[in-house]
């Protein structure tokens, strides 16, 4: 061996990750096993270790060469992927290289009783012999998210030549059921494996350590010791030799004694499940059986949360700056995936979520926008649907039998607060459900009123018929005011669709209801970080969700008229069907040319909202428009069924792998969209919206609650208030009102009452407004002992 030197070019280029167009996922089922691995462009992807957030490598793949040859695999090669089994996250990979001289076959799996992904390989020579070429591995170690300081070496554990990495408190080792004849480490973009391979260098075998950098690990197999043939293992580990213990133990144990521990645990997963198989419109594959892999494979077994997906939107030009990408909790895709797991008939799945949920509640009642597997926040905005749909989550599990009458209890303290930050703080939204802007989101009012309904039954069964009557009367308040939030009449839109008007994306958070819709909403993701358009022309099917949520009908003419609109300005036909955008001028998406969103770029389609849609065409009566739109929304998967979070629209552009209706270079798979796959093929087979909330229907479609107390705030002032209606005046701390409806001639003191959720309401009496007149009034404060320094007046008015 050439004397030992340092591999120059430290501590090499700026890490990046890799394509977020996965082509697979997998784990095993047993909490033993915590390793997930993803798979794209026929190679090994990110892999999570220890925790379902952490990915710790960039990718895993090969590099050919031979006499004046130099063929890397994810590149050079025409691939195939596909389950080796329906259900089974088990996956054989054919990579054939374009210019016909070889073929590399794997299995990928993982252990099921250790941190472990095993690679069984199959090197074939198409051309020439097994002795004409090398087979070169190489592994980009990201230890705990990130690709800067990882240190890698060449090593031996028990007299076994490994290659080893170590980063941030983990361990990584790679085991080889063959020799190597070479290994080395280097600085990625200057003396790692593929650099020095494609100069011609060959494998540097004096690079024996890399310190302190973004770096890669190397070896060469010896492609004859078993006639083209050999499993690897990556282990993971706090420890290096724990790492290699580990990868050892897997690479030693029969390989098809683990395969089958493997498959035997998915099996059984997916007997416990409802059978839906023949719903889906796709042939061949079994896209419901995909659907319900992905679900289980972003599930922490030991908590029970999932996060949104295994991939970093982008990925290939984002670095270290990006930890989170999208694996993360967020609690809404969190719930809507829980729907999922109910629909498929993985009720104690389900529940877990819901358990966990409880766990990371803040103490104030609300959830995080995102946080991490243990809870910590990641980003620190306030979309207070994430409120309630925990809310609606148990209510499901309930009704779905889940929760048992005598466990009701457990979670009644999580509804209360949950409900009483909903109360304090909504129903405008710091964010919408696109974590955007603030304001009347109609999306965000359907969770919030859907949700208090549900608190309000919640609190019955726990004996608080006061607070349950306080949260449906605020419930009713909110589902009379809708309109006056987000419903915009009298626009160019409007005019130019000859409509009487439409659901607004957002609704502008302060004013009347005309200020609503020409307030402007700030677009985000733009060039012009400054660009503004008035509520009032900006459109998205979130509108919807007032029908999934049971709050109107789905023919109700509002509502037709908002679906005029929708398809006006936001749904693009493609071969495969109709596909929609989030909202008009959205720039969440790739540039004009295909380069990656950097910040901002242009919205593309989104496959889910054509899953959303086809619950409204179910909702409105249509089954078979319903089954054409789970077609197109099938379609937009890859190959091997991922459905990701956008497909491109543009022409095509090969060098940048974007065709029109295909993948784009965002999320894949989206958990939340294969969540609502498999909620549609429910709804189908069932002929009803699966997860439509029963209570609201029942209230506000099927019947007309009596009219709702009439709220006055100190951040939203009712100026006026027909005759006969209640005037509830509410606060956020006690307060003394001093009141009089003959203009102070007669004055009168009276408490605000405490709800019990962080709320103080005074209800004037029905009979002082029966008439036409004025109600003054104003508010000693007590626990600051000052008066409020201002009188406030609402009209009372005779309406015909």
């Known amino acids: 061996m050439a004397d030992l030197i340092a591999p120059p070019g430290a501590p090499g280029i700026p890490p990046r990750w890799t394509s977020s167009a ?16 993803t798979i794209s462009h026929g190679i090994l992807n990110e892999i999570y270790a220890g925790r379902l957030d952490s990915a710790c490598i960039r990718d895993f793949g090969f590099i050919v060469t031979a006499r004046d040859y130099f063929s890397e ?32 076959t794997k299995i990928v799996f993982s252990d099921p009783l250790r941190e472990v992904v095993l690679q069984q390989i199959h090197f074939e020579a198409l051309t020439g012999t097994l002795a ?4 070169h591995a190489i592994v980009a170690p990201h230890l705990v998210n990130a690709g800067a300081g990882n240190t890698g070496w060449c090593g031996s554990f028990k007299g076994h030549q490994l290659l080893f990495a170590q980063g941030r408190s983990l361990s990584l080792a790679v085991a080889c059921s063959v020799p190597w004849l070479k290994r080395s480490v280097g600085y990625v973009g200057v003396s790692d494996a593929w650099q020095t391979l494609s100069r011609g260098e060959g494998l540097r075998s004096e690079y024996q350590r890399a310190e302190n950098g973004n ?46 521990l493997y498959c035997q645990g998915w099996r059984q997963k997916q007997s416990e499940l409802l059978r839906l198989d023949d719903i889906s419109e796709g042939k061949g594959l079994n896209r419901y059986r995909v659907s ?30 990006d930890l989170g990408g999208y694996h993360l909790i967020w609690p809404r895709d969190l719930v809507e995936t829980a729907g999922g797991l109910l629909a498929c008939g993985a009720l104690t799945s389900a529940k877990s979520v819901l358990d966990y949920l409880v766990a990371i509640q803040e103490a104030d009642g609300h959830w995080s926008q995102n946080s991490w597997l243990d809870g910590r926040p990641y980003w620190s905005g306030i979309q207070i649907d994430e409120t309630g749909f ?12 889940a929760i048992a009458p005598e466990q009701r209890a457990h979670y009644t303290a999580m509804i209360r607060d949950a409900a009483g930050y909903i109360i304090r703080n909504g129903p405008a939204t710091q964010q919408d459900r696109w974590e955007e802007d603030g304001g009347y989101s109609a999306f965000t009012i359907a969770v919030e009123i859907s949700a208090l309904l549900a608190a309000a039954d919640a609190m019955e069964a726990a004996g608080e018929s006061e607070l349950a009557a306080y949260l449906t009367a605020t419930a009713d308040g909110w589902n009379e005011q809708i309109d006056d939030w987000a419903y915009a009449r009298d626009t160019e839109i409007s005019r130019k669709l000859g409509i009487d008007g439409y659901y607004m994306r957002i609704g502008y958070s302060s004013g009347d209801a005309n200020a609503r819709s020409h307030g402007l909403i700030p677009i985000r993701n733009r060039p012009d970080g400054n660009e503004a358009f008035e509520a009032g022309l900006l459109i998205s099917p979130d509108a919807l969700a007032l029908v999934r949520f049971g709050l109107r009908a789905a023919d109700d003419p509002r509502i037709l008229d908002t679906v005029k609109a929708i398809d006006a300005l936001l749904k693009r036909d493609l071969p495969a069907g109709p596909y929609w955008y989030r909202y008009n001028d959205d720039g969440y998406g790739e540039h004009q040319d295909g380069a990656p969103f950097d910040g901002y770029g242009i919205g593309r389609l989104w496959p889910l909202l054509t899953g959303e849609r086809a619950h409204y065409e179910l909702a409105a009566g249509r089954p078979q428009e319903a089954r054409r739109l789970l077609a197109a929304m099938e379609a937009a998967a890859s190959l091997g069924g991922l459905i990701p979070e956008q497909i491109w629209d543009g022409d095509d552009i090969p060098e940048r792998e974007l065709f029109r209706g295909r993948p784009s270079g965002s999320a894949m798979p989206l958990v939340w969209a294969h969540a609502e796959h498999i909620k549609l093929l429910r709804s189908l087979r069932d002929n009803a919206v699966f997860d439509m909330p029963p209570h609201t229907v029942n209230r506000y479609v099927r019947n007309a609650p009596p009219p709702a107390p009439v709220v006055w705030r100190l951040t939203a002032k009712t100026g006026r208030i027909a005759a006969g209606r209640i005037l509830r005046l509410e606060f956020l701390e006690p307060a003394q009102v001093h009141w009089s409806t003959d203009n102070w001639t007669k004055v009168l ?19 002082g407004l029966s008439g036409e007149g004025t109600v ?18 609402v009209a009372i008015v005779r309406v015909a």
Not at 294 to 313: N, Q, Y
Not at 390 to 400: F, G, K, T
């Open 776 to 793: 003054r009034f104003t508010m000693f404060w007590p626990q600051q002992n000052r008066w409020e320094g201002s009188d406030f007046e």
């Open 292 to 321: 319900t892999s992905v679900l289980a494979t972003h599930r922490d077994e030991a908590s029970g949360a999932i996060i949104a997906s295994l991939s970093i939107p982008w990925g290939f030009s984002n670095g270290d700056d």
């Open 22 to 37: 996965k082509s697979a996922v997998g784990t095993a089922v047993r909490a033993e096993s915590k390793v997930w691995f």
């Open 215 to 260: 770096v890669a690990l190397a070896g060469t197999l010896d492609l004859i010791a078993d006639g083209g043939r050999a499993v690897l293992t990556i282990g993971f580990g706090a420890l290096p030799e724990e790492a290699g213990l580990r990868a050892l133990l897997s690479l030693q144990q029969p390989q098809q004694a683990v395969l089958q």
């Open 73 to 104: 695999e994810k590149r050079d090669t025409r691939q195939t992927v596909e389950m080796i089994e329906d259900g089974v996250p088990a996956f054989r990979l054919v990579n054939t290289s374009i210019d016909g001289r070889y073929r590399i």
């Open 132 to 135: 004409d070429y090398r087979l």
């Open 749 to 767: 003191d009276s408490s605000a009452a405490a709800t019990g959720l962080g709320t103080y309401i005074f209800d004037l009496p029905n009979g």
């Open 390 to 401: 925990p809310i609606l989550l148990y209510d499901m599990l309930l009704r779905a039998g």
